[in-house]
């Protein structure tokens, strides 16, 4: 669930979507690819101002881990 706080007065809870998939190709670097997707809405709650606004949105982010104290220390580590 999302809320909306962009300065709207009467901010609306919608669904949203999440995912974050993690491949391992070693045991000392990770790659992660998180998606979301959704809609973003609100409105004034004042009557002379009829602002409001819906925005659907879509963001993906692909992000490279090294962990480089199982390379450093590999001995205190159980993932090997």
Do not use: C
Not at 4 to 21: C, E, H, I, R
Not at 36 to 48: A, E, I, P
Request: aromatic share 14%; no cysteine.
């Amino acid at each position: 669930m999302a809320t909306a706080f962009a300065g709207s007065q009467l901010q609306k809870t919608t669904l949203v979507f999440y995912g974050d998939p993690a491949f391992y190709p070693v045991a000392y670097f990770n790659v992660n690819i998180e998606a979301q997707t959704g809609v973003l809405s609100g409105r004034s709650l004042n009557k002379k101002n009829t602002k409001s606004f819906d925005n659907n949105y879509q963001a993906a982010i692909i992000n490279g881990e090294l962990q480089a104290r199982i390379i450093i220390a590999p001995d205190i580590n159980g993932f090997f």
